[in-house]
């Protein structure tokens, strides 16, 4: 599969080459020409969007911070948004969806952009990636993307924003921007670490709730305080139902806000949600698990459908594409050639012939052949 898509993104790069310049007689019309076509290079994109590496700032022993200098093809952010950032690892390209940490209103000052990073003790990325970048080494990095934002239309609204771990970045960005738009709408942020003292960005968030007082900050631990739950809100956020929700974190404290709100009578169109950390797999179905063919490697498992594809055929050493490995970025696309599968992320069953699915949030409802 690797090899068909090398060879098909150099066509289109030379295609679009060749058209930018019979236009412009120059190399400048590619940076507005190679959106068109970014959906056919992928990682040929990469080779323009680049950024470089400005500062690695730890912000706890768990958590840092890179600080980016996109290039100038790079398109800017909205607050929410995320990135991939593509990074060549044991000779493999490799891509990770994060989330920016930093405001729009600091790429427009300064032109840097933070994205700010847990080392998953099990990952091979997370804690690789601060010792193998240099200063000033360029780095592959997608456009923005994602849809969890702040939409024009919900501007005024009044807010509730619930926080877990490190799903506090995208809060950070929409925080530090409304105070630089002066944008006062009332703001509650209820923010859960495990511990005390383990919340990132404790003294940025509480200054903003100092200098806004729109804006409240809570920071609860769920040592002491227990899991989310609908006396913490009560508490801290009497009128919840009233105002839209956003939810960033694991996929439990997810799953438990949209189950709280929903019990409450809050609708669906005011909650906004944004998982961080691998796709839920809670699949309740008697069909879950069954033999899965890798049509490529010629390798076989017997999953029990208690975890996705991705995992399974990196289980057995194969190396299917990936990104975000939450359901975002589409990056782990790949053909099923025959047998059902769940969508982990939407409930939605696939047909049994042949389709693109998405390995990082597809588990087998009996057995499976993908190309991968
Ligand atoms: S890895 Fe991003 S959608 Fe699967």
């Not at 790069?13 to 019979?22: I, L």
């Not at 970014?38 to 080779?47: A, C, V, Y």
């Amino acid at each position: 599969m690797s090899i068909t898509q090398t060879t098909s993104n150099s066509l289109w790069q030379r295609a679009y080459r060749q058209f930018s310049q019979a236009l412009v007689n120059s190399d400048s019309l590619q940076h507005y020409v190679e959106p068109l076509f970014q959906p056919f290079t992928q990682w040929g994109g990469f080779s323009q969007q680049r950024a470089q590496l400005e500062a690695i700032r730890w912000e706890s022993d768990q958590v840092y911070t890179l600080v980016l200098r996109p290039n100038k093809t790079w398109q800017g952010f909205a607050a929410g948004q995320f990135v991939e950032l593509g990074v060549e690892y044991n000779g493999a390209r490799t891509l990770r969806c994060f989330s920016i940490s930093s405001s729009p209103e600091q790429f427009q000052r300064e032109g840097t952009i933070e994205l700010s990073i847990r080392v998953q003790p099990e990952g091979k990325i997370t804690p690789w990636l601060p010792q193998a970048l240099q200063f000033s080494q360029s780095i592959g990095l997608s456009q923005a993307m994602g849809d969890f934002v702040i939409e024009d239309a919900h501007k005024k609204h009044k807010r509730l924003m619930i926080a877990g771990g490190s799903g506090i970045t995208p809060f950070r960005s929409m925080l530090t921007q409304a105070c630089a738009d002066s944008d006062c709408t009332d703001t509650v942020l209820v923010y859960y670490a495990s511990k005390a003292g383990e919340h990132l960005f404790a003294d940025a968030l509480n200054e903003i709730a100092q200098n806004t007082p729109s804006v409240r900050v809570v920071l609860l631990d769920t040592e002491r305080h227990g899991r989310l739950q609908a006396s913490h809100l009560q508490q801290h956020c009497p009128d919840f139902c009233d105002r839209d929700s956003y939810l960033c974190g694991p996929s439990g404290l997810i799953r438990g806000a949209r189950d709280l709100l929903a019990d409450w009578g809050v609708a669906d169109d005011q909650v906004h949600f944004e998982l961080f950390g691998s796709a839920p797999v809670d699949v309740d179905s008697a069909d879950a698990g069954g033999r899965v063919q890798l049509r490529q490697s010629g390798k076989s498992i017997q999953a029990d459908g208690s975890r996705s594809l991705l995992d399974e055929a990196e289980s057995v050493g194969a190396r299917p594409q990936s990104g975000c490995r939450i359901g975002v970025c589409h990056q782990c696309k790949c053909r099923k050639t025959s047998g059902v599968v769940l969508n982990t992320r939407t409930g939605a069953r696939s047909d049994s012939g042949p389709e693109d699915i998405q390995l990082c949030v597809s588990v087998p409802l009996g057995d499976v052949e993908i190309d991968a």
